[in-house]
């Protein structure tokens, strides 16, 4: 018998989906089989109406020209998306949309394409592009593993904690050694490949806040992570 049932909300999975980021919502799913419970996938894209019943929301990457696409309908959800994290709502968030739920992102060509405000960041557009294998460390989640592969130069707001610190790879920016951001029940993060396979402590943690957040306790099942434990020991080991 079911424990309960999660909707899983891929943002913009039309436009912000080019790195296998929905590799993190097939990963979500899972585990929540696994841990005992059932899950629904929906999608928002910038023509669609946002669902009424969401538990736990995941945004992917994209092209420059895929976040002016969805810019004028983000900025539309914008007060719902910031209510949301307030109010606990788990959100995964990856590279492109990682950029705009900040304050702005600034292309190279001077563009300026207005974020969310939901993370106190903003971005620039650079010439160089930051590509290749990432291990990073957290407090949280421990070693975090993952592929980099972008030109823009995120900097955190002083407000705003990394999600870990890079010992191999670049992360937010080339000049220093953060990567990604956490905030409330927010994980935003540069790293694809896709991120939670390879992560599942971090699967786990948006888990149970939904979980929680919905049914006001969370049951974790007895999942066997040795396969996963494998891709990181392989992923650690490759170079930059």
């Known amino acids: 018998m079911s424990k309960g049932t999660i909707n899983i909300l891929q943002l913009y999975p039309r ?40 538990d736990l929301i995941v945004g992917g990457g994209g092209q420059d020209s895929g976040q002016i696409v969805i810019q004028q309908d983000l900025q539309l959800i914008a007060p719902h998306l910031r209510a949301l994290a307030k109010d606990g709502m788990p959100m ?19 563009t300026v394409i207005p974020g969310i405000g939901v993370l106190d960041l903003e971005t620039h557009g650079g010439t160089e592009r930051l590509i290749g294998n990432v291990v990073a460390s957290s407090d949280e989640f421990g070693d975090v593993h993952g592929y980099e592969n972008h030109s823009g130069q995120t900097f955190l707001g002083p407000g705003l904690r990394p999600l870990a610190v890079v010992s191999k790879g670049e992360g937010n920016n080339s000049k220093e050694n953060h990567e990604g951001a956490r905030h409330l029940n927010i994980v935003a993060s540069y790293l694809h490949g896709s991120l939670l396979p390879k992560n599942p402590a971090i699967a786990d943690f948006l888990l149970e806040k939904a979980v929680t957040r919905k049914y006001g306790s969370f049951e974790p099942g007895d999942v066997d992570d040795s396969l996963a434990e494998l891709a990181r020991q392989h992923a650690g080991s490759r170079p930059r």
């Open 15 to 54: 436009e912000m989906n080019i790195y296998g980021d929905w590799g993190n919502v097939l990963v979500l799913k899972q585990r929540l089989v696994w841990h005992g419970y059932d899950a629904n996938i929906l999608e928002h894209n910038a023509d669609g109406e946002f669902p009424a019943d969401v």
């Open 92 to 110: 995964l968030i990856i590279c492109g949309l990682y950029q705009l739920f900040g304050n702005y992102f600034k292309t190279h060509d001077g």
